[in-house]
Antibody
Framework: QLQLQESGPGLVKPSETLSLTCTVS??????????WGWIRQPPGKGLEWIGS???????YYNPSLKNRVTVSVDTSMKRFSLKLTSVTAADTAVYYC???????????????????WGQGTLVTVSS | SSELTQDPAVSVALGQTGRITCQGD??????ASWYQQKPGQAPILVIY???NRPSGIPDRFSGSSSGNTASLTITGAQAEDEADYYC???????????FGGGTKVTVL
């Protein structure tokens, strides 16, 4: 069974860089057809996609965060990372790593489910 | 602002049928996926594609789509269905994930 586990500092100072790692077990990041990425949820608010990479290496970022975000994969292909620069209190959130798909459904539309989530890690931005 | 719009809250009587909707232009070519999130837990996928349920999701959950609106229906709601529900799909361009703002479902 695939498992995702986030790790990293729970407290980051304003203007510094938030860095998180997601360790993947029970599956391979290099498996075709899958995207791997990060989603966050500020306390009491909804979900926001941050960015993802495709198994081939192409990365995609939320346009609202694009200038501050980097998602990268470890050469071991068992971990991937998130870096978010110049953080402010607005970046305080639970950060989830996740796997998602993108395929053409037999019903005639595309489908993009997030089928596996990590448990999430709270990152607080505060001095 | 989210490109997918959900009603903030929906109430459903125990054992009755409740429906949550998600609206957005991208839903004219992308199916919505639906997630259930209980307090302090990560979201779990409950519906994806035309109307598919991952293993372990009860068959009282079903999905449908028409035009720019996707719906999640809970037929015979149970107390344990009380949770926040989110829809998601790709954006119109197809490169980015987008989420709805979430719907808080209360089972009365």
């Amino acid at each position: 069974q695939l498992q995702l586990q986030e790790s990293g500092p729970g407290l980051v100072k304003p203007s510094e860089t938030l860095s998180l790692t997601c360790t993947v077990s029970g599956g391979s990041i290099s498996s075709s057809s899958y995207y791997w990425g990060w989603i966050r949820q500020p306390p009491g608010k909804g979900l926001e996609w941050i960015g993802s990479f495709y198994y081939s290496g192409t990365t995609y970022y939320n346009p609202s965060l694009k200038n501050r975000v980097t998602v990268s994969v470890d050469t071991s292909m068992k971990r991937f990372s998130l870096k978010l620069t110049s953080v402010t209190a607005a970046d305080t959130a639970v950060y989830y790593c996740a796997r998602h798909l993108y395929y053409y459904d037999s019903g005639g539309y595309y489908s993009s489910p997030v089928d596996f989530w990590g448990q999430g890690t709270l990152v607080t931005v505060s001095s | 602002s989210s490109e997918l719009t959900q009603d903030p809250a929906v109430s459903v009587a125990l054992g009755q049928t409740g429906r949550i909707t998600c609206q957005g232009d991208s839903l004219r070519r992308h199916y919505a996926s639906w997630y259930q999130q209980k307090p302090g837990q990560a979201p779990i996928l409950v519906i994806y594609g035309q109307n598919n349920r991952p293993s372990g999701i009860p068959d009282r959950f079903s999905g449908s789509s028409s035009g720019n609106t996707a719906s999640l229906t809970i037929t015979g709601a149970q107390a344990e269905d009380e949770a926040d529900y989110y829809c998601n799909s790709r954006d119109i361009g197809g490169y980015h994930l987008v989420f709805g703002g979430g719907t808080k479902v209360t089972v009365l």
